[in-house]
């Protein structure tokens, strides 16, 4: 016991996936939610703020199974509640139902990632992927408008492909423009799915699912893994390998910038993109 108060007194410690500096009597890193081992010295960290490393969460595959379950099925109430209200709009009942929807799904999400991850465990926010980058902001910023390009000429490509075969089946559906708002309440469809819905979904999908699968899948069969479920969520037949190739880039970007927010804005501009195009095209 002597021994180790020594070291916990006179050598700083720091947590092995980052190479932060621990807060005193912390269990999971600050700044990573890397589960932290109270006997790793300074002289033993290994300071590598980019890769996750097996462990960083202290969720598993069961946890993950469970939450996919949850949301799944409480996207049939809310989809339920989002139909009636917007019956009740009127005119503006798409628009209605697509921003009431979006929010009830993302807070059923929001409250299985609290109650199954961070609640269960003691995690901070942080073990979501909540924290900065750990690479150079210029490098971040150019790897997430690869990734928003990627994931935007993947989906013109395929597109493309499926119309010359004439496979319309599987091709993308249209975006109505009745589920905008007209004039300035139209930023409330921006709020809802270029800022909302993506944020919800990455902490979902990324932050829970694919960091929870690494320890058992291994990071490349988990980013596979956490990609399909992502598809299969959008149940589209048409926008089932967009989806999951844009899938494969997100977790690609969370895993190679170890932090989250890259993979939020890539997100983002993606559905923003989508939304204006479609809305709003001649």
Known sequence: MGRVAHVGILMPMYCTNCGRRRLEGAAYCHYCGHLLDPFQPAAQATRDPVRRRRGAVPWRGGQVAAGI???VIAIVPAAFAAVGAGHLAGQYGEAVTTWVSSHLIGIAIIAV????????????????GLAPPGLPQAKTVFMTLGAL????????????IVDLLGADLLSPPDISADIAFPGPAVLLTFQALAVWTPLTEELFFRGFIFAGLCPFLGVRWAVVASAVVFSLFHLSAGVLIPVFITGLLLAWLYQKTGSLWPSIVAHAANNAL???????RV
């Open 69 to 71: 379950l949850l949301v």
């Open 113 to 128: 990632v609290w109650r199954l991850g961070l609640k269960r465990y003691g995690a901070p926010v942080s073990a979501l």
């Open 149 to 160: 390009v990627a994931s935007l000429a993947a989906t013109g490509v395929y597109s493309a």
């Open 274 to 280: 989508a939304v204006a195009v479609e809305v709003y």
